[in-house]
């Protein structure tokens, strides 16, 4: 019998953001234990994985938290060790590194997990981030996305690189390794030449869970190509029919290359804002809205444009058509907010506090929370939702208000039932290629 689909959930790591709010430490995006501490409020409520961001560039218009802020791969690695079951996402790019280091990197946090380790990745779109890597500029849009199909390719053909049960380690017969199970890629394509084998045994998911955030028609196809999971921004929105037909296109895209469409998960990101009552939850988030500094939001509005000056333009009128502006950078993002800037007329302060602050989609009591996140689920608009917030006591709002009444309703794990991220998730356990060869040609398959 199928199991009933349940929403899964992922909880954000970093802090920082709103660091000047009591009860958020001034250095949480340096600061380990403030990791782990949120890693562990995830691990309490029986959340799938958390998740780390990343850019390898900044300015002096970056706002504070991002100036300063840990690697993805050392975090995960410290909060592996200090936590049990909840899976480890880290950001690592597609165009300015080589994919055997990262297959390797990944493939070295996946076994320390136990198998708990996923990767979300990006095809950078920050002009700056090609110029700390060796390059004059940044590869436009469509390079960016073809470098970053043949990278993921790569990489899971190094995943490959060992079957599963290569290792025995039998002090007994002496027999440590079956060489026989170790394959050599020889990889030649149009970027990339990567001979391997990976030194790197496979872990017990078989490879790092894949999750891609490009909304674009080039990052969609590539989701469906090779994802595992996705994250999308609508959630932020509440635009229930947006995201039913984005999730009605993902899943068909991933049929089309013949895989199921339960084999793509959908994650938007939400920032909830509770409260006991409706009216408290509206008092809270307007006091967010208004303590948030314009000038941090602006700026924060400007990482999605590659750092456009905003400042040209007056803060409380229209802002003009940008044009092109951003097409080369977080386009789908940039493009969101261009379309909903020119439908609503907005200034250039409500559209930078749209950017920065929380949005209103949802807020309200826990029961108001839970029946919001229940409808976008059974609308097939989503398979689950990041959860991130400014601090721990909101974070634990969260788990300890709306997660019990979505486990009440059977929408939601009361516990854990698998010990990797693969298995949190419900995917499916990924066959070695070179495994299945042999199967397809032995003589019990003929």
């Given amino acids: 019998m199928s199991r009933k689909r349940q929403i899964k959930f992922g909880i954000g790591l970093q802090q920082g953001g709103n660091w000047r709010a009591p009860d958020v430490r001034a250095d949480a995006s340096v600061s380990i234990d403030a990791y782990i501490e949120s890693a562990r409020i995830g691990e309490e409520a029986k959340f799938d994985f958390?998740?780390?961001?990343?850019?390898?560039?900044?300015?002096?218009?970056?706002?504070?938290?991002?100036?300063?802020?840990?690697?993805?791969?050392?975090?995960?690695?410290?909060?592996?060790?200090?936590?049990?079951?909840?899976?480890?996402?880290?950001?690592?790019?597609?165009?300015?590194?080589?994919?055997?280091?990262?297959?390797?990197?990944?493939?070295?946090?996946?076994?320390?997990?136990?198998?708990?380790?996923?990767?979300?990745?990006?095809?950078?779109?920050?002009?700056?981030?090609?110029?700390?890597?060796?390059?004059?500029?940044?590869h436009d849009h469509a390079l960016r996305y073809r470098i970053a199909r043949e990278y993921i390719e790569v990489a899971k053909g190094l995943w490959d690189s060992w079957e599963d049960d290569a290792f025995p380690r039998d002090k007994a017969t002496g027999a440590y390794v079956d060489r026989d199970k170790m394959h050599t890629l020889d990889h030649v394509g149009e970027f990339f030449k990567v001979q391997g084998p990976l030194n790197m045994e496979r872990s017990p998911q078989g490879r790092p869970v894949v999750f891609q955030a490009g909304a674009s028609e080039a990052g969609r196809d590539l989701a469906a190509a090779h994802a595992d999971a996705v994250f999308s921004d609508f959630a932020e929105s509440g635009d229930l029919e947006r995201g039913k037909q984005?999730?009605?296109?993902?899943?068909?895209?991933?049929?089309?290359?013949?895989?199921?469409?339960?084999?793509?998960?959908?994650?938007?990101?939400?920032?909830?804002?509770?409260?006991?009552?409706?009216?408290?939850?509206?008092?809270?988030?307007?006091?967010?809205?208004?303590?948030?500094?314009?000038?941090?939001?602006?700026?924060?509005?400007?990482?999605?444009?590659?750092?456009?000056?905003?400042?040209?333009?007056?803060?409380?009128?229209?802002?003009?058509?940008?044009?092109?502006?951003?097409?080369?950078?977080?386009?789908?993002?940039?493009?969101?907010?261009?379309?909903?800037?020119?439908?609503?007329?907005?200034?250039?302060?409500?559209?930078?506090?749209?950017?920065?602050?929380?949005?209103?989609?949802?807020?309200?009591?826990?029961?108001?929370?839970?029946?919001?996140?229940?409808?976008?689920?059974?609308?097939?608009?989503?398979?689950?939702?990041?959860?991130?917030?400014?601090?721990?006591?909101?974070?634990?709002?969260?788990?300890?208000?709306?997660?019990?009444?979505l486990q009440d309703r059977g929408l939601f794990r009361a516990d854990y039932e698998h010990d990797t991220l693969r298995g949190h998730l419900g995917l499916p356990f990924p066959v070695n290629r070179y495994a299945r060869a042999r199967q397809e040609t032995s003589p019990e398959a003929a």
């Fill in 50 to 138: 958390g998740f780390i961001a990343d850019s390898a560039y900044i300015t002096r218009d970056s706002t504070d938290h991002f100036l300063s802020r840990l690697e993805p791969l050392s975090a995960l690695s410290a909060i592996s060790v200090a936590t049990e079951r909840i899976g480890l996402v880290g950001t690592f790019t597609t165009s300015y590194s080589e994919p055997f280091t990262t297959a390797r990197q990944l493939a070295s946090l996946d076994k320390i997990s136990g198998g708990r380790a996923g990767w979300n990745a990006v095809t950078s779109a920050l002009e700056g981030v090609a110029r700390n890597h060796g390059h004059d500029r940044l």
């Fill in 246 to 405: 984005l999730y009605a296109d993902l899943k068909r895209r991933v049929q089309d290359y013949g895989r199921s469409a339960d084999e793509l998960l959908i994650f938007p990101s939400i920032k909830p804002v509770l409260g006991d009552t409706e009216d408290e939850a509206r008092d809270r988030y307007r006091q967010i809205v208004e303590s948030t500094d314009i000038d941090y939001a602006v700026k924060y509005l400007s990482r999605y444009f590659s750092f456009f000056d905003f400042g040209q333009f007056p803060l409380d009128e229209p802002l003009p058509d940008l044009g092109e502006i951003g097409n080369n950078s977080f386009r789908s993002t940039a493009e969101h907010y261009k379309r909903i800037a020119r439908e609503r007329r907005l200034t250039l302060r409500q559209l930078a506090l749209i950017a920065a602050a929380p949005s209103d989609a949802f807020v309200g009591t826990p029961l108001q929370i839970a029946d919001k996140l229940q409808l976008f689920f059974e609308e097939r608009a989503v398979d689950g939702f990041i959860v991130l917030n400014a601090s721990h006591r909101n974070l634990r709002e969260f788990t300890a208000k709306v997660v019990p009444i």
